[in-house]
C-alpha cells in the first residue's frame, strides 16, 4: 500500500537557567529532499516523503520568540501547501522551550491540527531528554523515544516511529494514548542506560511490548534545567483496544521506577573541581578525563566559564588540555596576532557571568584553524596548560573534534571537556572519567539551582512526601 507522509522537525532542547537566548542563525536548517535522513528513504522506499522543513540547534537558552515563529511558520506553509497526505512523522527534541511558550512542541502540534484536521495520524520520535506535557498527547497518535544515554540510538528510534505509523495507517488503527508522570527530577547523568537501575527500567520496556494490546512504549527522563511544570519523568504507553490495559501497565511501570528512584546516580566519581584535579593528577594512567559537568554544552550550559581552567592555573597543573572555551573576542585577538605570538588575553565569564568572570591569562598561541563547521579555533599553551578556544560554544566529544585543532586527547595526562557523560567515543579512551560538580547553568548541585516553575513536590527536592501514579488517558 502507498502512502504520502509528511516530514520535519524543529529539534531543541531548551535550558531555562541559561541568560541567553538560542537565535534563528544557531539553527541548521534543512529544505526539501536532504532534510529527509538517507536512512529513511532507502528504508521506506515505497513512501512518498512530503518534506517540510527540519531545524535543529545545539542545546542552549531558551529560542526566541522570532526565531521560532519563522521556523515554525515556515514548516506550516510547506505543510498547507503540500499535496494531499495520509500521514505526518515529526523529529523533533521534546524540551523546546519558547520565549513565552512553555512547549514549543504543543505550541507546533497545535497549530498543526488546525491545518490538516484530527483524521491525519501524527507520529514523533523525541529524545529521552524530552519535558512531555500531556497536553501533546492529546495532539498526537504516535509517540516514541530514545532508550539510550548516551544517544545511540537515533536511528533505531526513527525506524520505530516510521514502522508504527505505517502500522496504524495499514490497519486502520486508533492508537490509545496513555502517560504517568513521575514527580521526580533528575539530571542525565543520574540515568546513564549502561547502568543501574536506569539499564534494567529501559529493558523492560520492550517486556511490555510483548502484551498485544500495546503497541510502543517510552520512559523520558525529562530535561529539569529547561525548569518547567512538566520537567519531570514521564512514561507514555501506546496501545489499542483495550484502555484500561493500557493505562494499567503504565501505572504498574511507574510504581517500579518510584520504588527505585533512590537508586538513580552518578555512574563515576562526582567531586568538586579541586577534587577532581587532584585525584587525577594521583591517578597512574593517562588521560584521565574530567567532565565540567556545570557547563555542559550538550545540555545548554554557556560553553565559556573559565572555572576549570582557573583551578589547573592555581594547582600548577602540568600536561592538560581544556576542550574548550567559547570566547570569540579572545578568538580573533589570537587570530590577528597569529600562530606563534605570545599574548595576554581576558579569557570566559562573557556569557555566563553569573557564576564567574573574565580572568587574565598570558600564553602562547600554538594553533589557528578554522573547522569544518566554521568555527575558528585557537589553541592556547598557558604553561603546562593546552586550552582551546572557539569562536562558538561548540562541544569536543567527538576525537575528530580535537583533530581539527591538532590535538589528541590520548597525549595528555588530564583532559577537561565541557560535556556531562562521556559518549563512546571518548570513553573507551578514558583511562577513568571524573564528573566535576562545577557550578553553571547545568549545575548538577540540584539544590543550588534557582527553580522557578517545576511543580512541587518533586523527589529529590522534596523526600518526605507519598505518591501514587494516576494515568491520563487519550483514545
Known amino acids: ?127 529521552l531528554h524530552g519535558n512531555i506535557s500531556p497536553k501533546l498527547l492529546e495532539l498526537v497518535d504516535i509517540i516514541t523515544a530514545y532508550r539510550t544515554a548516551p544517544h545511540i540510538d537515533w536511528e533505531e528510534t526513527c525506524l520505530r516511529a516510521m514502522m508504527t505509523l505505517i502500522r496504524v495507517l495499514r490497519k486502520n488503527i486508533k492508537p490509545i494514548r496513555s502517560i504517568v508522570k513521575i514527580p521526580f527530577i533528575l539530571p542525565g547523568e543520574w540515568a546513564v542506560t549502561y547502568t543501574e537501575p536506569a539499564k534494567t527500567l529501559y529493558n523492560k520496556l520492550v517486556e511490555y511490548e510483548s502484551n498485544p494490546y500495546i503497541i510502543d512504549t517510552s520512559l523520558l527522563i525529562g530535561c529539569m534545567w529547561s525548569d518547567l511544570p512538566f520537567s519531570n519523568m514521564s512514561i507514555i504507553f501506546i496501545g489499542r483496544e483495550r484502555e484500561d490495559i493500557v493505562s494499567k501497565l503504565a501505572e504498574k511501570y511507574g510504581e517500579e521506577i518510584w520504588s527505585r528512584r533512590k537508586e538513580f546516580g552518578f555512574e563515576v566519581d562526582a567531586l568538586s573541581i579541586e577534587d577532581s584535579l587532584d585525584k587525577a593528577i594521583k591517578l597512574p594512567g593517562k588521560p584521565i578525563f574530567i567532565s565540567d559537568s556545570g557547563d555542559n554544552i550538550t545540555a545548554g550550559a554557556a560553553g565559556d566559564t573559565n572555572i576549570c581552567l582557573s583551578k589547573a592555573i592555581e594547582r600548577k597543573c602540568k600536561n592538560v588540555l581544556i576542550a574548550g572555551i567559547f570566547d570569540r573576542d579572545a578568538v580573533e585577538k589570537c587570530f590577528e596576532k597569529g600562530t606563534g605570538s605570545s599574548i595576554r588575553l581576558e579569557v570566559g565569564g562573557k556569557i555566563d557571568n553569573v557564576n564567574c568572570k573574565p580572568i587574565q591569562i598570558n600564553g602562547r598561541i600554538i594553533n ?108
Open 1 to 127: 500500500m502507498f502512502f504520502k507522509i509528511a516530514f520535519g522537525g524543529l529539534k531543541h532542547e531548551s535550558n531555562g537557567f541559561a541568560n541567553f537566548n538560542t537565535e534563528l542563525e544557531d539553527f541548521k536548517i534543512m529544505r526539501g529532499r536532504d532534510s529527509i535522513p538517507l536512512f529513511l528513504r532507502k528504508t521506506f522506499s515505497d513512501i512518498c516523503f512530503i518534506p517540510t522543513l527540519y531545524a535543529r540547534a545545539l542545546p542552549g537558552g531558551i529560542v526566541s520568540r522570532k526565531a521560532y515563529e519563522e521556523l515554525r511558520n515556515e514548516l506550516l506553509f510547506r505543510l498547507e501547501n503540500s499535496l494531499s497526505i495520509d500521514g505526518i512523522y515529526l523529529d523533533l527534541h521534546g524540551a523546546m522551550r519558547i520565549v513565552g511558550i512553555d512547549s514549543g512542541e504543543v505550541d507546533l502540534l497545535n497549530r498543526i491540527r488546525d491545518i490538516v484536521g484530527w483524521d491525519i495520524p501524527i507520529a514523533l520520535s523525541l529524545d
Open 368 to 475: 589557528l584553524k578554522i573547522s569544518s563547521d566554521g568555527t575558528k579555533l585557537t589553541l592556547l599553551r598557558i604553561n603546562g596548560i593546552d586550552v582551546i578556544l572557539a569562536s562558538r560554544r561548540k562541544t569536543f566529544h567527538m576525537l575528530r573534534d580535537f583533530y581539527e585543532i591538532g590535538v589528541d586527547p590520548r597525549d595528555y595526562k588530564i583532559v577537561i571537556v565541557k560535556i556531562g557523560y562521556l559518549v563512546p567515543s571518548l570513553r573507551i579512551l578514558a583511562y577513568k572519567n571524573i564528573l566535576a560538580l562545577t557550578p553553571g547553568f547545568t549545575d548538577q548541585v540540584i539544590e543550588r539551582l534557582k527553580f522557578k516553575n517545576i511543580k512541587r513536590p518533586v523527589y529529590p527536592l522534596d523526600e518526605d512526601f507519598s505518591w501514587t501514579p494516576k494515568a491520563i488517558t487519550y483514545k
